[in-house]
T-cell receptor, first 114, second 115 residues
Framework: AQTVTQSQPEMSVQEAETVTLSCTYD???????LFWYKQPPSRQMILVIR??????QNATENRFSVNFQKAAKSFSLKISDSQLGDTAMYFC???????????FGKGTHLIIQP | EAGVAQSPRYKIIEKRQSVAFWCNPI?????LYWYQQILGQGPKLLIQ????????DSQLPKDRFSAERLKGVDSTLKIQPAKLEDSAVYLC???FGPGPPNEQFFGPGTRLTVL
């Protein structure tokens, strides 16, 4: 079974700063997908960014980028130029190849201070 | 494009009562998931449907939880009888098909409180 670990229960940074959220995972699979989901206080979970394990290049979506270290089984999320609207719970998630259900970490509560 | 719809948004029941939640996925999405999110934790997969067939229900407490997906579209999740530890947010998600990249779209959830 896969496990996902997020070791930072809460983080707080000033607006416009850069912040990095950590995630490690454990799997015996070679082909899989990793995701970061954002859950604002309204609770609608939305996808921030995803990474296919077979791709060496780190995924980037505007201010959001990942540092994917396959050998270390590490998948961190970097948010540049943080904004007040980035305040939310952030969940790291794993999915095996195909349409497997997601295995989530416990989440990191990110607070952006004005 | 309409998102994943869920109802009710909130439900309060007493232990040993029954409750049902409804989910309408995004039109055309073949795969539907139910997750349980206990306060302070990440969501946990309960059951996954591909059209109207069950793909994975290994984490569904089958002595009290049941789910169905009629005609491969809407789905209901039922708890009978409820226990205190069932208090959680129940999230429904859908994705287009069985293949990658498997982006799942989530509904707003149903918050269940069991007294």
């Amino acid at each position: 079974a896969q496990t996902v670990t997020q070791s930072q229960p809460e983080m707080s940074v000033q607006e416009a700063e850069t912040v990095t959220l950590s995630c490690t995972y454990d799997t015996s699979e070679n082909n899989y997908y990793l995701f970061w989901y954002k859950q604002p206080p309204s609770r609608q979970m939305i996808l921030v960014i995803r990474q296919e394990a077979y791709k060496q290049q780190n995924a980037t979506e505007n201010r959001f980028s990942v540092n994917f270290q396959k050998a270390a089984k590490s998948f961190s999320l970097k948010i540049s130029d943080s904004q007040l609207g980035d305040t939310a719970m952030y969940f790291c998630a794993f999915s095996g190849g195909g349409a497997d259900g997601l295995t989530f970490g416990k989440g990191t509560h990110l607070i952006i201070q004005p | 494009e309409a998102g994943v719809a869920q109802s009710p948004r909130y439900k309060i029941i007493e232990k040993r009562q029954s409750v049902a939640f409804w989910c309408n996925p995004i039109s055309g999405h073949a795969t539907l998931y139910w997750y349980q999110q206990i306060l302070g934790q990440g969501p946990k997969l309960l059951i996954q449907f591909q059209n109207n067939g069950v793909v994975d229900d290994s984490q569904l407490p089958k002595d009290r939880f049941s789910a169905e997906r009629l005609k491969g579209v809407d789905s209901t999740l039922k708890i009978q009888p409820a226990k205190l530890e069932d208090s959680a947010v129940y999230l429904c998600a859908s994705s287009f098909g069985p293949g990658p990249p498997n982006e799942q779209f989530f509904g707003p959830g149903t918050r269940l409180t069991v007294l």
